[in-house]
């Protein structure tokens, strides 16, 4: 089940997607990730909006790889300074993100008061009160906050549409590969003329993914694409694929449809709440015994055998009009059912309300 990507090894064909706040959920946070990770020998992310610094996931994380995102911020420097620390705490990989030119409407987090850094609501306050372990986290804990940013606060969507730059564009990668000695992957690729232009432009890997469905809620699924996007940009191109990922079957589905590895974001975060290190671990053990027992019942010995004939997607979920079939992975039903599940379409939900006109400030921390 080991593999390579991006010039180094990997145990499992999956690593962990870069999470911003990760100690909103534990209080752990992206020590237990990056460990956890370690331990098993495949990747940990930090996001830019992490809440553990670059140099203390390299403590967590010490002999295993470690990965940079990188959000590009109106501040350039912010994000340059974030890339060089990185860099010198010996993170192999940067994950250039491009799919949150500005926040998703986060409708949920408005309507729950959710701001970083966190508030005491009345409602906080109820919910806590039949849970003394949290009072007791919550007061010997470190404050919650971004490691590497100072905010004056916020709702993650404020915050997001006050530090991102909108403008980003295919310009800002030649900046990033003057700062970055290492791999350079973007994430947040969304169909088949980006993945295209971007592999043509020598970037190391793609990374397709709709943010979990949490940026553009009627984004393109991910694993939809998949087939295509490999078809056009060659067998050869590191293309990756997250978004969905619950199951182990959904790894395997995606490395016979060609992607090359897989991140996971909530699966991860949802071991991380359950169980802080021990969590994590768990959730790895069991997405690691699904890939073994999928790839038992398939009769296949090693990733490298996988191929599309091992996956069947779901005709209810093809999309209806527009896509040829070949676009997603269709034609003739396909034979040997690998659930397509990881497909599971983003949720989908209307806006008329207007973004807050408040753009609290961002910048870094030393
Ligand atoms: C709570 C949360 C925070 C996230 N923060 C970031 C982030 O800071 N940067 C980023 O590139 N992606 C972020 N993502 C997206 C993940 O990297 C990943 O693309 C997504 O979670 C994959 O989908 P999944 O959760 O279904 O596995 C976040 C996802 C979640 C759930």
């Known amino acids: ?43 940990f992310t930090l ?45 192999d990989t940067l994950q250039f993100t491009v799919d949150t030119p500005v926040a998703g409407a986060r409708l949920r987090d408005k309507r729950n008061g959710f701001s970083i850094p966190p508030q ?91 943010h979990g469905g949490r940026q553009l809620d009627r984004a393109p699924i991910p694993f939809r694409l998949l087939p295509e996007v490999v078809r056009e940009v060659g067998k050869d191109a590191t293309v990756m694929v997250d978004t969905g990922i619950m199951n182990g079957a959904d790894i395997v589905a995606s490395v016979a449809l060609g992607a090359k590895f897989t991140l996971i974001g909530r699966a991860y975060l949802y071991g991380l709440m359950a169980g802080g290190r021990e969590g994590v671990d768990r959730t790895i053990a069991i997405l690691r015994s699904e890939i073994e027992r999928t790839m038992q019942l398939l009769g296949v010995a090693a990733l490298a055998e996988l191929e599309p004939k091992h996956v069947t997607q779901l005709t209810r979920l093809m999309p209806l009009a527009g896509a040829p079939a070949e676009a997603v992975g269709g034609g003739a039903p396909r034979v040997r059912a690998v659930s397509g599940s990881s497909a599971r379409a983003p949720k989908a939900s209307a806006t008329t309300k207007k973004e807050s006109e408040a753009r609290p400030k961002a910048s870094a921390k030393s």
């Open 1 to 43: 089940m080991s593999t390579e990507i991006l010039g180094g090894p990997s145990a499992l064909p999956f690593g962990i997607a870069p999470t911003g706040f990760t100690r909103l959920m534990q209080t752990e946070g992206e020590s237990a990730g990056a460990s956890a990770a370690g331990a098993a020998g495949i990747p």
């Open 47 to 91: 996001s830019t909006l992490g809440t553990t610094s670059i140099e203390d996931v390299k403590k967590a994380n010490p002999n295993g790889r470690n990965w940079f995102q990188l959000y590009v911020m109106r501040d350039r420097e912010i994000s340059y300074g974030l890339a060089r620390r990185a860099a010198e705490a010996g993170f």
């Open 120 to 210: 005491l609501t009345l409602g906080t306050i109820i919910n806590a009160i039949p849970r003394p372990w949290w009072w007791y986290d919550f007061l010997t804990t470190p404050k919650l906050e971004f490691a590497s940013l100072s905010t004056t606060g916020g709702t993650v969507g404020e915050l997001l549409n006050a530090a991102m730059d909108p403008t980003i564009s295919y310009d800002d990668l030649d900046i990033i590969r003057e700062i970055w000695p290492g791999k350079i992957v973007v994430k947040g690729v969304q169909n088949v003329e980006d993945s295209k232009r971007l592999i043509d432009a020598g970037v190391d890997g793609i990374i397709l993914s709709n």
